[in-house]
């Protein structure tokens, strides 16, 4: 059974920075051919794919996210990682980790269970 959780602070400041971390346990990121995503959801609306990384360590991104988004990863430790800068309180979401085995997501068989970013002064 693959578990991901995802971690990082809750609250974030306009402009800054936002970091998030998801620990994968029961399988590794490194296993072919999957992908291990990013995923988020603003309130009252639908999610939205925002990056991946593969087993290989390519990355790919959502178009309208690209410019300030940044997916890498830590194989000793088995996570990956969101990098997002210049934040505003548009990004405020529910943000998920999750595995699948197509690039641009939406097939995920395994995912975690979210995290509240709140981007706010």
């Known amino acids: 059974q693959v578990q991901l959780q995802e971690s990082g602070p809750g609250l974030v400041k306009p402009s800054q920075t936002l970091s998030l971390t998801c620990t994968v346990s029961?399988?590794?990121?490194?296993?072919?051919?999957?992908?291990w995503h990013w995923i988020r959801q603003p309130p009252g609306k639908g999610l939205e794919w925002m990056g991946a990384?593969?087993?290989?360590?390519?990355?790919y991104y959502s178009p309208s996210l690209k410019s300030r988004t940044s997916i890498s990863r830590d194989t000793s430790k088995n996570q990956f990682t969101l990098q997002m800068s210049s934040v505003t309180p548009e990004d405020t979401a529910v943000y998920y980790c999750?595995?699948?085995?197509?690039?641009?997501?939406?097939?995920?068989?395994?995912r975690g269970q979210g995290t509240q970013v709140t981007v706010s002064s």
């Open positions: 999750a595995r699948g085995v197509r690039v641009g997501g939406g097939d995920y068989d395994y």
């Open positions: 029961g399988g590794s990121i490194t296993t072919n051919y999957y992908y």
């Open positions: 990384i593969s087993y290989s360590g390519r990355t």
